[in-house]
């Protein structure tokens, strides 16, 4: 198997610097605030102008505040802030998640969405100390919470999750319909890593567990942050030469199907496939191995689950 192209992953192209040591300094954040650019996030949703997230300048936001005002970082000489709101404002602001605006936005803003999202997420649901069961408050910027009673911090989580394009020998390629999804909506295997498990062990047994095969060639192909609401998508490519073994576990995945290029085409032509959305990993697999014509052929049916 000719290992593939490196895959475009849209929610990987940050290119903001986090400028970590700056997350402790004080006085530096109060004084860059006023006229840093601040977007808002509150559940899901970031504050937005014509599918663009809408900055304001920290100054017409009143002052500072260290429990809800997350240092994203910087960028040509500007800085970012998200301030995290708990309440629905949406009277105030146009507020749209990153599913629908992610394929307009730029590679900074993708950056500084990820970011934010992934942070935030973690705050909302983890107020409480893991060891004690205490309050904690949000300290450096917005990059740790600390308990008050213990003094112990704790550190934003991100969970290891494997994604993997199975493919046979003829190269036609294997998805799998998870019972929650619509009919005829299909995607490629994924899991989060266990305990104690690499990537590639993780690999063999999700598609084992899910689909039945045994795989003999792994590629790892890239990563691509995933904050909905934690997670990191690790890609793979791999090879089983046993495809007659296929079949769903019926618990996870009710359905699977092999695809050559020519299957593909027709499904998405007589609307019996929906695909992933562009900015996931799995539809960006899925293009790089159908090819020249993907734009094309394999636009029109897509859902987000
Ligand atoms: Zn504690």
Redesign the pocket.
Known sequence: MAPQKPLKLPLAVAKVDRAARLRTDKAYLKSIWPTSNVMIFVNERFSTEQNQLLFTPGGLLGSYQSATDYFLGLKDDQTFFVRHLAEDIQSEYELKTLREIGTFLSPRDIGLAVHAQGLANWHQKHPM?S??G?PTVVISAGAVRK?L??N?EHYPRTDGAIIVLVKDETDRILLGRQKVWPKNRFSTFAGFVEPGESFENCVIREVEEEAGVKLTQINYLGSQPWPFPASLMIAFEAVTNTPELARPDGEEIEEIRWFSKSDMKQAILNNSLILPLEISVARQMIQAWYGDGADTDLKGNESWR
């Open positions: 100390c060891q004690c205490g308990c009673a213990d112990s």
